[in-house]
């Protein structure tokens, strides 16, 4: 019964967090198709009025949400089920704040009360979404549990950094960011709410270091199921990582484009994370890993030869006839058509040696035995030299080698 009782309460939050959300949208969207010029889309943030942004809202709170009830609901101890709810729930009263908040502004109906606590809520709320899953998620993976209780300092100083700035933050005097026609209603105009924060922020972002060095630290002394978890979420962070770079260089391009990688990047976080609470699939993050190395290395390389190809081409065709070219670019797809599978073979190879040495190495006694195994006939070497693979590339503690007597030639020789 208990265990039903929490799963209705993890799915309940689920539910509560998308209505919320969608009501916020509503009520923003309504507000700027209403009076467009008191809250106009720049073309530029919102390229498509706003609509990639709501959905990326949904996809973000279905994500945490939906993660967060699955693994509530299998391990109700493990906190980091609650933690991933209640960040959906945050992101939807958020916009349901704003929501309103814009709403009020451009109507001016409704108590000033409840318009001004609106703005004020969506204008520092964010800071929750930052430090707190940073910071908790780290320390409490996998199991919702500190690493030790000597750890439990860094968890009250996390606590401790975390609540001062929110609080610090909700409290600074003057225009709220998101909306300076609105000057903060619980502003606190006082020189130690600055200290307060600054001092709060260095705590808070100390207590993420810590956080992190709480992994590695667990790692070491972990399992090999409890590895193959940790490997799952160094995974989702190094895809994120890996995309704020890429991004990076996008939106020197498109700005748009590079801050919607990031956050489509950041919804892959809490998938790998859950994966590895709930074990499903578990053991395949090492082929997953594999694949992404190989695949980006060759994806880098792909793209460095196809642009190198079409500047050096077009520079070519240029100085031979005077003008540019097609065929540089038909050249250059050319060359990206044949150097496919040879470059893919090279960099599987390339990141087997460097990654995965005891398994290169396995392949290739395999398949030198392969070859032996053709040409030797000899039944007594031939079982020396299996045993001798098998403890090279398994390493079991103890090898035994048993051979099925031959019967059927027994039979024959026996007298009738």
Not at 27 to 50: F, K, S, V
Not at 167 to 188: K, M, R, T
Not at 320 to 338: H, R
Request: glycine residues 8%.
């Amino acid at each position: 019964m208990r265990h039903h009782a929490t799963a209705w309460l993890a799915w309940s939050l689920v539910t509560l967090s998308v209505v919320l959300l969608v009501g916020g949208i509503a009520l923003a969207r309504t507000t700027r198709l209403a009076d467009p010029e008191l809250y106009p889309y720049d073309p530029e943030l919102y390229p498509y009025g706003g609509v990639v942004d709501a959905v990326l809202s949904l996809a973000t709170v279905l994500t945490f949400s939906v993660v967060g009830a699955i693994v509530a609901s299998r391990h109700p101890r493990n906190t980091i089920g609650w933690i991933f709810c209640s960040i959906g729930l945050v992101v939807g009263l958020n916009a349901l704040a704003r929501g309103y908040a814009e709403f009020w502004i451009a109507s001016s109906s409704g108590p000033r009360s409840l318009g001004e606590t609106a703005a004020w809520f969506g204008s520092w709320s964010w800071t929750i979404l930052v430090f707190v899953p940073t910071s908790f998620l780290l320390l409490l993976f996998p199991d919702g549990r500190l690493p030790s209780p000597r750890w439990r300092p860094v968890a009250w100083v996390a606590g401790l950094g975390i609540t001062g700035f929110v609080v610090s933050s909700a409290l600074e005097a003057g225009p709220l960011g998101d909306f300076p026609q609105i000057v903060n209603p619980y502003g606190v105009d006082s020189l130690v709410v600055g200290v307060v924060t600054f001092a709060a922020a260095v705590v808070a972002v100390s207590s993420m270091v810590a956080s992190a060095v709480s992994v590695i630290v667990r790692h070491r002394h972990a399992g090999s199921e409890q590895r193959q978890q940790i490997k799952w979420l160094a995974y989702g962070g190094a895809v994120v990582v890996g995309t704020i770079f890429v991004a990076g260089a996008v939106a020197l391009w498109n700005e748009y484009v590079g801050i919607l990688a990031i956050s489509v990047a950041l919804l892959g976080l809490p998938v790998s994370t859950g994966i590895a609470i709930v074990r499903h699939r578990l053991y395949d993050i090492d082929v997953i890993i594999n694949r992404t190395l190989v695949y980006s290395t060759l994806t880098a390389m792909l793209v460095a030869v196809y642009f190198g190809g079409v500047v050096v081409l077009q520079y070519v065709f240029r100085e031979l006839s005077g003008g540019e070219s097609q065929l540089a670019i038909v050249a250059s797809t050319l060359a990206i058509a044949a150097l496919f599978n040879p470059l893919r073979k090279r960099v599987q190879a390339f990141v087997d040696r460097r990654f995965y040495r005891r398994k290169y190495d396995a392949a290739k006694t395999l398949t030198a035995f392969n070859a032996r195994l053709r040409e030797e006939t000899d039944l007594g070497a031939l079982s020396e030299e299996l045993v001798g693979v098998v403890s090279e590339t398994m390493q079991p503690a103890h090898v035994t080698l048993w051979l099925r007597p031959d019967t059927a030639s027994k039979k024959d020789e026996a007298p009738g």
